[in-house]
């Protein structure tokens, strides 16, 4: 998963087209005005942009950057459909973001859909479209967690979204219940996540503790036991830490707010 999609904060659709792709030939692309989604069930296209090159084809999902020049190599035919969009600015989209997919099914799908929403553009279009395309985003952002090291893990990583308030959960324990080796566990998990299996535990009971925080008066015992610290003191210096305050400070800030 490229960290940047999550990033993604997708304020409008603008524009939902089809384009026809006869292969053998080469377009030049002048500054896009505004972001787009591509992809397609046959065919293939390549994005050049400064000498580097994104295949675009019936694996592949290809976001694409605002305000940039580039040419399209039409290397086969196929039909591509084209979702373009705006965003909050500034964007982490600062170029192509070619990724990965298993099927192309949920896109095309999407696609027709928003089809259709556009076609009619009833009161609620705009939700509904909005939906559909962080429907789609999310589909690119878990594409890592269909293979096999995800899989192998999975079990383990169940029992942890099941546990993660229970101070004796442990790395060993996800491990044996995924039927391997700490080691062998701690590097898969690393590869799926980008870090290791004690920082992603700490790092979601911190946003419990954040959630309890923001809902209740603290007491700061009680929602260190909730979220799984064996010790208060653990707790707080993991909250500073991780959030650059105290438990304390933070609901000073933002318990209660917003009611």
């Known amino acids: 998963m490229d960290p940047r999609l999550k990033d993604i904060v997708v304020t409008d659709i603008t524009d939902v087209m089809m384009v026809n792709i006869l292969g053998g030939n080469k377009k030049r692309h002048i500054t896009r005005n505004v972001y787009g989604l591509s992809f397609c069930n046959d065919g293939e296209i390549i994005y050049d942009h400064d000498g580097r090159r994104f295949v675009s084809d019936s694996s592949h999902v290809m976001i694409l950057p605002k305000d940039m020049s580039y040419t399209i190599h039409e290397i086969s035919p196929g039909l591509f459909p084209v979702i373009n969009f705006t965003c909050t600015e500034p964007c982490s989209i600062d170029e192509f973001i070619p990724c990965e997919v298993e099927s192309m099914g949920i896109f095309m799908n999407a696609y027709e859909y928003l089809q259709k929403l556009f076609l009619f553009k009833k009161e609620d279009f705009r939700f509904k479209a ?22 192998s893990i999975l079990p383990g990583i169940r029992y942890m979204e099941e546990n993660f308030s229970d101070p004796m959960l442990s790395v060993e324990k996800m491990a044996s219940i995924s039927g391997m080796s700490v080691a062998y566990f701690r590097r898969r998990f690393e590869n799926v996540y980008g870090t290791s299996p004690r920082k992603y535990l700490i790092d979601i009971r911190i946003k419990r503790a954040k959630q309890l925080l923001n809902a ?10 909730a979220c799984g610290f064996a010790s208060v003191h653990h707790f707080c210096r993991c909250f500073k830490d991780i959030v650059g305050c105290t438990a304390t400070e933070y609901y000073e800030q933002y318990g209660m707010k917003g009611i």
């Open 216 to 225: 209740n008066r603290p007491s700061i015992q009680d929602i260190s036991a």
């Open 130 to 151: 909005l939906g559909a395309m962080y429907d789609m985003l999310s589909n690119l952002t878990v594409a890592d967690y269909h293979s096999k090291e995800y899989l």
